[in-house]
T-cell receptor, first 115, second 114 residues
Framework: DTGVSQDPRHKITKRGQNVTFRCDPISEHNRLYWYRQTLGQGPEFLTYFQNEAQLEKSRLLSDRFSAERPKGSFSTLEIQRTEQGDSAMYLC?????????????FGAGSRLTVL | SQQGEEDPQALSIQEGENATMNCSYKTSINNLQWYRQNSGRGLVHLILIRSNEREKHSGRLRVTLDTSKKSSSLLITASRAADTASYFCATDAGLTGGGNKLTFGTGTQLKVEL
């Protein structure tokens, strides 16, 4: 296991279409996070899973966004009826659920362009 | 929302010089972390400093934390061209279940020239 994998790396879609991103975390990590990053900004928190439970969602995650982690392993982030404002880099990260401070390991990201 | 603000937004130095970037944040934290991001790629963790620590070193990196001023600084000594990247501070205020909700700043773009 070489790290956090994200697929696809780049997705170009037309406004109104649905898109789905997949994240495969480091296998022994039980925590998984989704962030969104727009050009020139830092990543913004979207949601967090511990095993298969989605424990927190940001207000940024509108009802067009849904994230799942069905078996506590890989995760998907789906955006329905995409808008041009959804264009961004979607970053997945995972961490080992130890007590105290955890360090996040990020994937390379999935870049979404909505035309 | 972004909690941290990095200063400067951009920094250009010569190889061998030191680079210092600063981060200010707004709320109480458990710890503060610094990450590096090469253009168009994911973030890589550099160093973590807990709220009860004042200074930490890792190789060519030195981080300080002043919780009374809600600020941190990252010093990269003897910079190399390979250090060219964006640097982000991230504050950890905790999450349900003990996870980390890292809130990132806007970043400092560092360019190290030969």
């Amino acid at each position: 296991d070489t790290g956090v994998s994200q697929d696809p790396r780049h997705k170009i879609t037309k406004r109104g279409q649905n898109v789905t991103f997949r994240c495969d975390p480091i296998s022994e990590h039980n925590r998984l996070y989704w962030y969104r990053q727009t050009l020139g900004q830092g990543p913004e928190f979207l949601t967090y899973f511990q095993n298969e439970a989605q424990l927190e969602k940001s207000r940024l995650l509108s009802d067009r966004f849904s994230a799942e982690r069905p078996k506590g392993s890989f995760s998907t982030l789906e955006i329905q009826r995409t808008e041009q404002g959804d264009s961004a880099m979607y970053l997945c990260a995972s961490s080992l659920g130890e007590t105290g401070a955890n360090v996040l390991t990020f994937g390379a990201g999935s870049r979404l362009t909505v035309l | 929302s972004q909690q941290g603000e990095e200063d400067p937004q951009a920094l250009s130095i010569q190889e061998g010089e030191n680079a210092t970037m600063n981060c200010s944040y707004k709320t109480s934290i458990n710890n503060l972390q610094w990450y590096r991001q090469n253009s168009g790629r994911g973030l890589v963790h550099l160093i973590l400093i807990r709220s009860n620590e004042r200074e930490k070193h890792s190789g060519r990196l030195r981080v300080t934390l002043d919780t009374s001023k809600k600020s941190s600084s990252l010093l990269i000594t003897a910079s190399r061209a390979a250090d060219t990247a964006s640097y982000f501070c991230a504050t950890d205020a905790g999450l349900t279940g003990g996870g980390n909700k890292l809130t990132f700043g806007t970043g400092t773009q560092l360019k190290v020239e030969l």
